[in-house]
C-alpha cells in the first residue's frame, strides 16, 4: 500500500475516535427536551442551562433524581395545577418527585406553579430566582428542602405546603410569603438582610417544629407559640441579643408584656452556656465553667431559669414519693411507731385511735407506704423540725429526716429568691386566666 494510504487512514482514524470521544462528553440526548447542555462532565456553573419556552409537567413522576439546575423557563413553568376561584384555593393534578430535585440557580421568568407537588426526595432551590408569582399551594416535602439565597420577587405562596423535614429559607428574599394553614413538623429557618414581615398565626406548628433564627426578622405570631421560636446555636451572644430585640421592638410585641416576657425566656435560654465576652482563653475559665454550666442546667430544669417556678411542684411531688419509698425500704417501723405515738397522744386528749402501739408489726405493707409517704410529705412542708421526733428517732435515721428537712427549705428559698420578677404572677394568670 503506497505510503500516502496510510497516512490517510491514521488521519481517519484519529478522526473517527475524536467524533466518538466527543459524543460521549456531549451526548446528543438531553434531559426534558431543552436546549443542549454543553457537558454533563463540566461543573454545573459552566453549563449551558436548558431553556424552555413552555414547561408543563402535570400529572408527572419523576422517578429517577431531576436534574433542573440554572435551567430557565421563559414562561410559565407548571409542575403542579394551582386553582384559584373567588377565596377558595386548591389544585387540579399532582405531580411527584420520587427522589432528589435539583433547581439550583433555576430563573423562572414568569409564574411557577407547584400546587399539589409531592417531594419525596430532597429539593433544591438554592440562588433560585422567581420573578413572577411562585405557588407551593399543598405542596408537600417530606424530604429537606433549601431555599437559601432564593429571590422570589413576587407573593411566594406555600398556603397548607407541609414540612416533614428540615427547611432552610436561610439569605432567602422575598416581598411577601404566606404560611396560612401549612403545617410544619420540623425546623424552619430564617435569616436574611431582606427584613420582610413573616406571618405564622395561621401554621400548626406540630411534633418537632421550630422557627430556628438567624438574623433579625419581624415576625408576627401569636405569644403561644413562642415555645417554637429558637435561635441559631451557632450565633454568638451579641448576634442573639440584635434577634430579640428586634423581636421586642415589634410593634406587634411592644406592649405586650406576656409577649416581652416569653422572648426574655427564649434569649436567656439560648444563651445560657454563652458568655458575654471571650473568656476562653483565661486559664482560670476552663475550672470554673463546668461548674457554671451545671448550676445551670439545674436551675434551667427545676425553675425554667426563673421563668417556669412552679416546675419545682414537679420536684416536690418527686421528692415526697422518692424519700417515701427510700423510709419504707429503710425505716418503715420507726415511721410507724412515731405515728402511732402521735395516736396515742391523741388518744390522751380524747381522739379514738385504730391500733396500739404493740401492733407496728401488723401494720400491712400498703398501709406502711401511706405511712412514710406522709411522714415525707409532713417533713417536706415543714418550717421547722418537731422536737419529738429528733428524740424519737435513732441517730442514722436522723440523718435522712433532716437531710429532707434542708432540701425542703431549699425549695422554699429558690422558689421565693430564684423566680423572675413576675414569673409568679405570670404563671398563675397563664394557669387561671389564659
Avoid at 397548607?160 to 404560611?179: H, M, P, Q, V, Y
Wanted: hydrophobic fraction near 40%; proline fraction near 3%; glycine fraction near 6%.
Amino acid at each position: 500500500m503506497p505510503i500516502r494510504w496510510n497516512k490517510l487512514l491514521i488521519v481517519l482514524f484519529f478522526l473517527i475516535v475524536n467524533i466518538s470521544f466527543s459524543q460521549e462528553k456531549n451526548p446528543t440526548v438531553y434531559p426534558y427536551g431543552g436546549v443542549p447542555d454543553s457537558s454533563r462532565f463540566e461543573p454545573w456553573m459552566q453549563r449551558v442551562p436548558l431553556n424552555f419556552k413552555t414547561a408543563n409537567f402535570d400529572s408527572v413522576q419523576f422517578d429517577n433524581p431531576a436534574e433542573f439546575s440554572r435551567a430557565r423557563f421563559d414562561r410559565i413553568a407548571t409542575f403542579g395545577q394551582t386553582i384559584i376561584k373567588e377565596d377558595r384555593i386548591g389544585v387540579g393534578a399532582f405531580v411527584h418527585f420520587y427522589n432528589w430535585a435539583d433547581f439550583t440557580g433555576a430563573e423562572f421568568d414568569s409564574v411557577a406553579d407547584f400546587g399539589g407537588t409531592n417531594f419525596h426526595g430532597r429539593a433544591n432551590f438554592v440562588w433560585a430566582h422567581f420573578h413572577g408569582r411562585t405557588y407551593f399551594v399543598w405542596t408537600r416535602f417530606h424530604d429537606k428542602v433549601h431555599f437559601g439565597a432564593t429571590q422570589f420577587d413576587s407573593i411566594a405562596n406555600f398556603r397548607r405546603a407541609e414540612f416533614d423535614d428540615k427547611t432552610d429559607f436561610r439569605l432567602a428574599k422575598f416581598d411577601s410569603i404566606n404560611f396560612d394553614d401549612s403545617v410544619i413538623r420540623n425546623e424552619i429557618a430564617f435569616g436574611s438582610n431582606e427584613n420582610r414581615l413573616i406571618d405564622f398565626t395561621k401554621t400548626n406548628f406540630i411534633a418537632k417544629a421550630k422557627i430556628v433564627l438567624y438574623k433579625p426578622v419581624k415576625l408576627i405570631i401569636q405569644p403561644e407559640k413562642f415555645k417554637y421560636i429558637l435561635l441559631g446555636p451557632r450565633l454568638d451572644y451579641f448576634s442573639k441579643k440584635k434577634i430579640i430585640e428586634e423581636l421586642k421592638n415589634n410593634k406587634t410585641f411592644k406592649e405586650d408584656n406576656k409577649a416581652q416576657f416569653e422572648l426574655n425566656y427564649i434569649f436567656d435560654k439560648s444563651t445560657m452556656y454563652q458568655e458575654q465576652s471571650n473568656k476562653y482563653e483565661e486559664k482560670w475559665y476552663h475550672i470554673w465553667k463546668y461548674p457554671k454550666w451545671f448550676s445551670n442546667t439545674l436551675y434551667y430544669l427545676t425553675m425554667g431559669l426563673g421563668y417556669r417556678p412552679f416546675r419545682l411542684v414537679w420536684w416536690v411531688l418527686g421528692s415526697i414519693i422518692g424519700f417515701g419509698i427510700f423510709y419504707f425500704f429503710k425505716m418503715r417501723d420507726s415511721i410507724n411507731g412515731y405515728i402511732l405515738k402521735k395516736f396515742e397522744m391523741k388518744e390522751a386528749s380524747g381522739t379514738k385511735r385504730k391500733k396500739d402501739a404493740g401492733e407496728v408489726s401488723t401494720i400491712s405493707h400498703t398501709e406502711s407506704l401511706m405511712n412514710c409517704i406522709y411522714f415525707s410529705s409532713m417533713l417536706l412542708f415543714s418550717f421547722r423540725l418537731k422536737g419529738e421526733i429528733l428524740t424519737f428517732f435513732k441517730l442514722k435515721e436522723k440523718r435522712y429526716i433532716v437531710g429532707e428537712y434542708l432540701l425542703g427549705l431549699l425549695i422554699y428559698i429558690a422558689f421565693l429568691t430564684l423566680a423572675k420578677s413576675g414569673s409568679i404572677l405570670h404563671n398563675l394568670r397563664s394557669l387561671f386566666v389564659g
